[in-house]
Structures are given as C-alpha cells and as structure tokens.
C-alpha cells in the first residue's frame, strides 16, 4: 500500500550508527550539518544507491549482465523509496561541443523550429528564397487583387551577351507570340536585332491573364508551362508595379544560386552537414602566430629565428626549399628577420601560392638535380607536425598558436547556409547568444503564420517550457552557447535539473549535492 512518507529503518552505512529516519514525499527536504556528520551517507550511500539497486534488479537478467551487480546498503529497511536521480555537483567536462543548449535540448528544439519554420535568405545578396510547390505558386498568383492584368513570364535568358536568334525561332515554331526582351515586349514575328556584345534579358510571354471570372484552369496551365520553359523559375508581370519572381527550385532566383533544403541536421554544429568546414563547428580557429614563432627579431633563418623549424639544415629537402624561395624572393637565410620587408617574410612563411620555381636539390651523394614545384610556406610543415604529430609534439608547438573567431561564420559554428536561415530577423547562432531571459522573451512574443505556428506548436512548446525553467531556477544570465565545460559546478547541476526536470518524468526521488554552490 503506497505511503506518503519515505522510512528507513537501521542505516549503518560508513558512519550512520543505526539511524532511523521518516522523509515526507513531495516535499524540497536539506539535509544540513557539519562535515563527516553522514550527509552524503544517507543520501547518496543509502537512499539513491538503495533506489539504483532496486531499479536494477527490476531488470531482465540480460540487462543486468551489462550493468553489473549494485551492493545492498547496510540497511535494516527502506519503505516508501521511489525511484531515484543523483545529480551531483560536477562540471560539464571538457568537451568545446557541448553547450548549455545542447545539455538541456533546447537546441534540438530550435533545429527543427529553424529547419521548418525558419526563411532561408541568400548567402551572396540576403534575398529571401524558397522551395514551392507548383499549387503554391498558383494559389499566390491566384490571391492577386482581382482583374489585375498580368503576363506570366518564362524566364531562358539572364544578363548574357548574345544575339539569341536560333532562341527566338524556336520558342515561335513553339507556338509563343511574344518575349520580353531587356523589359520591353516584342512580337516573336519579328524579334528584335541584339547586340551580340551587350547583356541581355529574355523572357518569354506564356500568357495574358486578367483575373476575373473562372481563370483557374487557364491559370493553372500557364504556370505549368512556364515552369516547364523557365526551368522551374516564372515572373508575374503586373503593370505599374515590380515584378514578382517565383521558383518551384530551393534557389536564388536573383543570384542563380541553389540550396539544399534546410534540415534538422543543417542546424547542428557537431554534425558535418551543418558545421562551419573552416573552424569544424567549434566558432573559433587555432592558428600559429607569427609574433609567436619569431621571438628574437635579431637571429637569421638560419640561426633558428623561427624557432620551431630549429636547425633548417638538418633537414637537407626543407633547407634546399627554403634556399630557393630566398633567392627567389631576394634574401639570404643568413640575413636578421628584422632586415627582412614584410612581402619577404610573408612569402617564405605563408608560401607563394600556385607559383612555381626552379628548386636545386643536392643528394648525399653530392649528385644535383633540378626540379619545378610550388613553395607550399614554412607553416605547412609546421600545421601539418601540429595536427598530425604525437601528444609530445603538439604540446610543444603549442605555445606558438594563438586562438581566434572563425571568421567564415564569425562564431556562429554553422555553415553559410544555415546562418542564412532567419526566424523573425533573427539567426539561430544570434538567439543562442542572448541570455536566457532575454531570449525566454523572444519566444514568448513570436508570432508566425497560422501555417507555421501548427508545425511548430510542439518545438515552442518545449522551447519555453525549457527556458521558463532555466529562468526560474535562477540562471536567466547564462546564454545557450555558454560551453559546458566554462559552467561552475552549481551551475551545471542546476542545468542538468532542468533537464531532468523538462522531461516530464513525475514522483522520482531527486537527490542533489550542494546545489547552490557556485551560483552568483
């Protein structure tokens, strides 16, 4: 018969000397006093191992072979115990990847809110794009204010040069009367004479609507041949106002750029189709700083100025490298780095790009040979030893890098594409950097389109009910992009709290170590 009060009964475990105790259910209970006093003795080494052991031994004796056999703890009995969670006062370990939206799910909720609801915008010039359907297009011409007179336009020619006389044939053996050539229509009886050398824009008359009446089926038809013509793209054309470009294609009518339609997927930086390839998802480079390499301006390359390399000539392929990129660039490696001008110090250790040069190679053997090749930079050799060399040879070279803000995604860890993707002007990388509070704001007011607010009723659902509680559990301060491994320790166990908390799970017995340490 279920009791409202937790009993235990005889606890001897480490220092209890056979401590009865009664807990009342449903209630926030402290345990208090001095340290060695058997606080975490009865909370953790009797009641949570106690409530761990019992779960376990629920389980098929397949399960318990992975998990192990639990102790029973010194304990006369224990009555009433539900199950228990532990959460103590660890930090949120090392991991870069790991923050606290994604401890707390919260940014799972928010890739799907942005991979569904979000509008994509183009990475080159910020125009908004799409994907629609071809009844979509066909209900937006159709929502035009009624006996508008339009032209629904086929887009086959964009700002290219030519005179495009074997183009106008062909769409008039078609069947099409008409095209608008650099905004100006024409009859295709007798198209207009082109400047082969000058850019032009051609667009091919489908048909002339005005919408009144029962247009339905004839509309329909017009956009299912313009979208055929204009490989998936059409332009409305209603005088007196701009045109209105439309595209059955996830792209830019504007740059011509495609996209791929954003997914969940797209939104997380720890998986290789959503992160930045230039910083792999971490917001931030490491890179080698010059300043670094070079500490004594006054030594020569050769007298080991750039103090990884050491002794150039120890390595005889490197040395004659470097030999041939001095004479190239006018400088002797016995020559002060400080007499050296910046173009010369950039190129010998940057490299020369896709130049070549004519390198001289002496073997061993005291047999020379000529060889042509590019001059890759002496930080190659020393990026490939830091990424590629052992746990030794990383330590040591990593007193010369410096670390920065990718500047590809300026810290935002995404790709372009997904950066790209707003959600009421706002990327998803700008609402993580918002303290919670603010951001528990931005939520509770967003409104979207009726369409809209049905896919994302469940996933905003989850999001304010997440940061509600962030908020109320006193760390409104934090941001969701916060790393883990910067949190104190009371502050990550208040945030894996709120994710036990947020998931729903009610009558367990939550046991907490010092949860009000580190707290500000």
Not at 157 to 162: A, I, K, L, M, Q
Not at 176 to 188: E, K, P, T
Not at 257 to 266: A, C, H, R
């Amino acid at each position: 018969m279920e009791s409202g009060t937790l009993r235990v009964r005889g606890a001897r475990v480490h220092n209890l000397k056979n401590v009865d105790l009664e807990l009342p259910k449903n209630r926030l209970i402290c345990f208090t006093g001095v340290s060695g006093s058997g606080k975490s003795s009865m909370a953790f080494d009797t009641l949570y191992a106690e409530g761990q052991r019992r779960y376990v031994a629920s389980l098929s004796a397949y399960a318990r072979q992975f998990l192990g056999q639990m102790e029973k703890p010194d304990v006369d009995q224990i009555g009433g115990l539900a199950p228990t969670i532990s959460i103590s006062q660890k930090t949120g370990g090392a991991n870069p990847r790991s923050t606290v939206g994604t401890v707390t799910e919260i940014h799972d909720y928010l890739r799907v809110l942005f991979a569904r609801c979000g509008t994509p915008h183009c990475t080159e010039c910020g125009s908004e794009i799409g994907a629609q359907t071809r009844d979509q297009i066909v209900g937006r011409v159709a929502a035009l204010p009624a006996n508008s007179r339009l032209h629904l336009l086929a887009p086959v020619v964009d700002n290219r040069r030519g005179e495009y006389h074997d183009l106008f044939e062909e769409m008039h053996r078609d069947g099409f009367l008409r095209a608008r050539v650099d905004g100006q229509i024409y009859s295709l009886d007798t198209p207009p004479e082109l400047d082969r050398y000058a850019r032009h824009s051609i667009e091919i008359v489908v048909d002339r609507l005005v919408l009144r009446g029962d247009v339905q089926s004839r509309l329909e038809e017009a956009v299912d041949n313009a979208l055929r013509l204009g490989e998936g793209s059409l332009i409305v054309a209603i005088e007196g106002e701009d045109d209105r470009l439309l595209s059955a294609n996830f792209d830019c009518v504007k740059c011509g750029v495609s996209f791929v339609e954003p997914t969940p997927q797209m939104f997380s930086f720890n998986n290789p189709s959503g992160m930045c390839g230039d910083c792999s998802g971490l917001g931030t480079c490491v890179l080698i700083s010059e300043k670094l390499l070079v500490p004594d301006s006054d030594k020569s390359i050769l007298d080991g100025a750039v103090e990884p390399l050491g002794d150039v000539k120890s390595n005889r392929w490197r040395y004659h490298l470097y030999e041939g990129v001095a004479e190239h660039l006018g400088f002797a490696l016995d020559a002060p780095w400080s007499d050296l001008t910046e173009k010369q110090k950039k190129g010998f250790l940057h490299g020369l790009g896709d130049k070549k040069l004519d390198f001289n190679y002496t073997n061993q053997s005291g047999n020379t040979w000529t060889h042509r090749d590019r001059y890759e930079g002496a930080l190659d050799s020393i990026e490939e030893r830091l990424h590629q060399g052992n746990d030794k040879v990383r330590r040591e070279l990593g007193q010369y890098v410096r670390t920065e803000r990718c500047s590809t995604c300026d810290g935002g860890r995404l790709r372009r594409e997904a950066l790209g993707v707003l959600i009421d002007d706002q990327t998803l990388p700008e609402l993580t950097s918002l303290p919670i509070e603010e951001s528990r704001r931005f939520f509770h007011d967003l409104r979207l389109t009726d369409e809209k607010a049905i896919i994302a009723e469940d996933a905003l659902k989850e999001i304010r009910g997440r940061l509600d509680l962030l908020n109320d559990i006193g760390l409104g301060y934090l941001t969701l992009d916060r790393g883990a491994h910067t949190l104190s320790g009371g502050e990550s166990q208040r945030i894996r709290l709120a994710s036990q908390i947020g998931s729903g799970l009610v009558g367990g017995l939550y046991i907490l170590d010092e949860p009000s340490i580190g707290l500000h």
